[in-house]
Each structure stands twice: as C-alpha cells, then as structure tokens.
C-alpha cells in the first residue's frame, strides 16, 4: 500500500518534470495547449469528487469556471489585486457560491438535481450578460497580463504555475479521497441510509462535496482567465459543463487517475476534430453515450484490468456500472 | 435507575396505515432484550422510529432520559444509538476495511484542509482510525476480507461486517434487525456470542429482532412481542414461550415445542 502511493507520487513527479522539461523547449502554441489541458484536469477532479464520489450530478461545473474567472479577473481590474491571490480568492467566492447553491441542492436527487443546477447555470449566464458593465457582458472582458511585483510573468512561467496548480488539484484530491472526507463521499452515494446510521450528516457531506468541487473549479477558471487572456460567458455555458462531465465519464467516475486521463485524452480533441468544429457538441455528446453504454467505468477500467493481468495473470472482473 | 431507552406511546403512520400505535418499551442499561412478532408487525418500523429515520405521529423516544425524538438520523446515531440493517445496506463498492472505518466516528474526524494535504494530525487520526477497525475486524474474524469489496461478500460474512461496522461507531444502545437472517447455524452462534461479548464487555445495550427463537433463548433476557403495531406481551423467553397470546399470534404450538425442548 505504502510502496503503492511512494510508486505513484515518483511517477507523478517525474511525469511532471518532463512535461516542464519539454515545454521548455516548445513553442507558444503547444504550451498553450498544454495548459489548457490542465486546466481541464483540475476541473475535471473538482467533478469527479462531486459526482463520482459524492454521486451527485451538476450541470453547473463551468458556473463555478466562471465565477472563479470573473471573480479574480475583477479583483485585478477593479482593485489591483495581484492574479497570485485573486485567483485563490476567486475560487473562495466559487466555493461559497457552491456551498450557496448546495444547501439546497443537496436535498435533491436525480433529474430534480440536474435541472436545479441547470437553473443555477442559467442564472450566472444572466447576470454575466446584464451587469454588463462590470463583467463586460456577452462582449467579454480583456484580462491583464500577469505580473508579479510588477515584472511580466512569461508564457513559459504561466505553464509552471498552472503546472503546480494542476499537480496540488491531483495530490489533494487523492489525499482527501485516502481520508474520511473521501470515504463518506462515497458512503453517502452508495447508501445514505447506513452512512446517516453510523453519524454521518448525509446533507452536509453533501453541501461539503458541492463546496469543495466548486473550489477546484473557480481554481481552474482564475487561471484559464490568465491562461486565455479574455473571458466571456459563452465559454462557460453548458457545452463547457458537459465536456466536464464527458471528461470524467471517460476517465473514470470516482477516480483521480481517471479525471486526469479523461481530460487529458479529450483535451486532445478540438485540435483533433478542428476541421468539424462546428458539430463537436455532437461529438462529445456520441462519446459520452458511447462510454456510459461500453465502458461506464470509464478509461481506468482498461488500465487496471491490463495491470492485474499481468501482476496476477487472473483474469479481470466484470465492470460494474456506477453511473450516479 | 434511568432507563437507556424508553419509548413512550409512540405511534408512527404511512399515510391511513397505523404502522405501529402507541409503542412503548424500557430497556434497562446492559440488558438484552428480544423484539419478536410476526411479519408486518412493526418490528423494523420501530427501530426506524428510534433511530429517526422516519417520523413519529405521537409519543416521544428517550436514551439515558434524554428525549432524541425529532433529532435528525444522524444525531441519534451520534448520541450513542446505533443499528444493524436486515438487509445489511453496505457500501457495496467499498472494502470491508473502508466499510467498517465509516463507522469509527470519534477519532477521524479531521478538517477537511488537513485531510487533503494529509498533514501530520490528518495522518495520526487516520492512523488511529484504522488500528480501531482492524480491531474490529478481528474481532469478528473478518481479517482475511479486508480489502474484499463489501458487493462480493456473502450473506453470511456481510452480516457480520454490518454488526463489525455498527459497533465500530462505538453505541450505548445498539439495535440489531434480525442478525443471524442467513446465516448457517453455526455462523449464527459465533456472531451471537461476540455480539453478546461484547455487549457485556462494553457495556452496550442491545434490541434485537430476531426470528430464531434457538437464538433468542440464548441471547436475551426479556422479550417484547409484537402484533399488529402494538404489544401483547413482555416477559422472559421462556414465559413468552408458554404464554398463550403469543403461541396463538406468532409461535404456534409446534415451535414453542420446538424450542422448549
């Protein structure tokens, strides 16, 4: 167990090293990509917790996006405040607004929860494009290029910070996940019933996972916001927060590892499908069903089967569906 | 002496249907008492009355005097009430390790910033945690399906698991919904004994429903018997097995034969 997660935190570090080592010799474009990428994957583990732990579904992951983007975004312009800590502050106030929106959400289930944070995403949508003189509105709004202590930050420095950010989104989600946190996450989802029986607060758990994922998602949109250098509410409608749930139906529901590899794979996939860019919701939508239907335990499944085949050479067992 | 638990005229409906009406029944501390009566009696009902999960219409539920009667499910379950299911409700996708550490309650409670950046406290709760659940496993011979996830366990071994887990939460009272259903009759005792054990070593309080009236002989040592939502008659095992309400509502002739012989 313990020489499991020392192998795990070495491949970590050295899948890191080399990702800084060859972005170094990149240029522009690529490292662009790159970050985005991971900005994918911190998202995508903040969904993950929400919903493949916690079992509970949110069409309003790319909300909290916004609410993180616009949050520091307008902390800069307005009251100067250096990215470094306006982009944590901005995943605060996402992070209150998810516990906001959790209170009540976390009394429902099912297709009732769905259309709540359908609703929640609507509301964003609208107040972005009414106060359209503080948010810019549909226009958008120009970020400013970061600096720390009035120097510039380079693109290359921009990719190590998001870099950083991504590899800390990984290692406390697992830790969280290696903890009671994590295990009544799960207990909650797979029977409220005996988790409230041993002292379990199913509701706060509940407020707690849409709290805590929200966090991971203001993270992610504070720093696409410096990444992209411009924000604007289409970005966050609800085709972002549907690629989000695809990233992590495909990685893996319930697993960090899977919330990497789903959105690292699919983030490959604008440029792959930029020639038919105008039918990529079609697309999404096709992959999504397609796992949900093959392989609901996403990309993660192939992985462990093919590793206890070779350490046991038994064969594997059969998925389980686990969808929420 | 305060009793550990007092139920007092409760009366709990679904709807028209009278579920259970006007309830009542005091379990002195450290006693083991049988709840016993036919399908569709109210025996689930009321340990779902007492431990919150459904609302009572009328009455009122003490533990040590105190009334918990309208607490939510998890705060009677943090007083110090704890149960078993019929049905086990595992998490079904969790080890038999993980299963039981849902239920170690007091010491890994860690905030959730030390847990996700596994500080030095998070580690010592967590470690502390899991050398109590593995006590726990131990105790009920569960050792070798520690990291067996709970769906692929049988029957028998899943219902020691849930009375591993529900004493693992460390209760006063404890109550046990028909603990040896599926179980072997040899799997029945042991997991009669420990339970017996260990209520005694650790002073817990036990209701048990429990359609076995072998086991309830050797467990308990007073019995409630239930028709039809209400109580007809309490005393000890054997009175109940003489008593002629009782034979007529649940034992019929033979089986108190049976189990007087």
Known sequence: MAAASRRNAIVAVAVAVLLAAAAATMSGYPVYLLSLAMINVIAAVGLNLLTGNSGQISLCHSSFMALGAYGSTLLTVRFGVPFWAAIPLGAVFAALLGALLGAPASRLRGIYLALATLGFLQIVQIVIEEFANVTGGVRGLTVPKPTIAGVRVSEYARFLIVLVACALAVWTARNLLASRVGREFDAVRLSPHAAQALGVSVHRVRLAAFALSAAYAGVAGGLQAVVVGFIDPVEFGVSASLRQITFIVVGGMGSVAGSVIGAAVLSALPEVLRPVKEYSDLIYTSILLGFLIFLPNGLVTLWHRATKRFTRGDPAPAPQGSAP | ?261
């Open chain 2, 1 to 261: 002496m305060t009793d550990r638990l007092a139920v007092e005229g409760v009366t709990v409906k679904f709807g028209g249907l009278l579920a259970v009406r006007d309830f009542s029944l005091r379990v002195a501390p450290g006693e083991i008492r049988g709840l016993i009566g036919p399908n569709g009696a109210g025996k689930t009902t009321v340990i779902n009355a007492i431990t919150g999960v459904v609302p009572l219409a009328a009455g009122r539920v003490l533990l040590d005097g105190d009334s918990v009667s309208g607490l939510p499910a998890h705060a009677i379950s943090r007083r110090g009430i704890g149960r078993t299911f019929q049905h086990v409700e595992p998490f079904g996708e969790l080890s038999v390790l993980d299963n039981v550490l849902v239920g170690v309650g007091r010491h890994a409670q860690v905030p959730m910033a030390h847990a996700a950046m596994a500080t030095p406290l998070a580690r010592r709760r967590e470690g502390d945690a899991v050398r109590e659940a593995m006590a726990a496993l131990d105790r009920f011979e569960l050792l070798t399906y520690r990291d067996t996830r709970a769906a692929e366990l049988p029957f028998g071994v899943l219902k020691r698991m849930d009375l591993a887990r529900a004493l693992a939460a460390n209760p006063k009272l404890l109550l046990l919904d028909e603990p040896t259903a599926g179980m072997s009759e040899s799997e029945a005792d042991r997991a009669i004994a420990a339970a017996r054990g260990i209520a005694e070593s650790h002073d817990i309080t036990l209701l048990v429903i429990e359609h076995n009236m072998r086991v309830m002989m050797a467990l308990a040592h007073s019995v409630t018997v239930m028709q039809n939502g209400a109580v007809i008659a309490e005393g000890t095992p054997a009175e109940m097995q003489r008593h002629r309400a009782v034979i007529d509502a649940y034992l019929g002739e033979e089986e108190a034969a049976d189990a007087a012989a």
